[in-house]
């Protein structure tokens, strides 16, 4: 008789394809980042995609499949193959995030660049 999974189980197992979905999980993978910028030129087959690394054929597909779950990639079937788009639309909620902070940092830098003016020996 097999065991019942432990409520442990069932709930990582049921949110881990959630996590998946999450655009800034997505771009935290290297790999996930250059198939990105590949697609971003070009629309590509599953194939041609997984020429540009040395990893194998179903890895690549495996980071398709995640960068697709969270909308960073659009797959239109013609035929046979399997054709890849970059959505760089999705981007934008990891452009808003991150200018946040960088407005943050703009005002702490020019802040420091005045008190390092102030600070500075006057030449005679």
């Not at 046979?80 to 934008?92: D, F, P, S, V, W």
Request: include cysteine.
């Amino acid at each position: 008789m097999r065991e019942k999974p432990s409520r442990f189980i069932t709930f990582v197992t049921e949110r881990l394809p959630n996590m998946r979905r999450d655009v800034f999980q997505a771009i935290a993978d290297p790999t996930r980042r250059e198939i990105i910028n590949i697609l971003a030129h070009n629309t590509l087959t599953l194939n041609r995609v997984a020429e540009n690394f040395e990893v194998s054929r179903p890895a690549i597909s495996k980071h398709i499949r995640i960068l697709t779950e969270c909308g960073l990639v659009t797959i239109k079937q013609d035929g046979r193959e399997r054709y890849c788009t970059a959505n760089l639309g999705k981007l934008k909620e990891v452009s808003d995030w991150a200018t946040q902070y960088r407005q943050f940092w703009n005002k702490k830098l020019d802040a420091l660049e005045l008190f390092l003016a102030e600070k500075k020996p006057k030449k005679k």
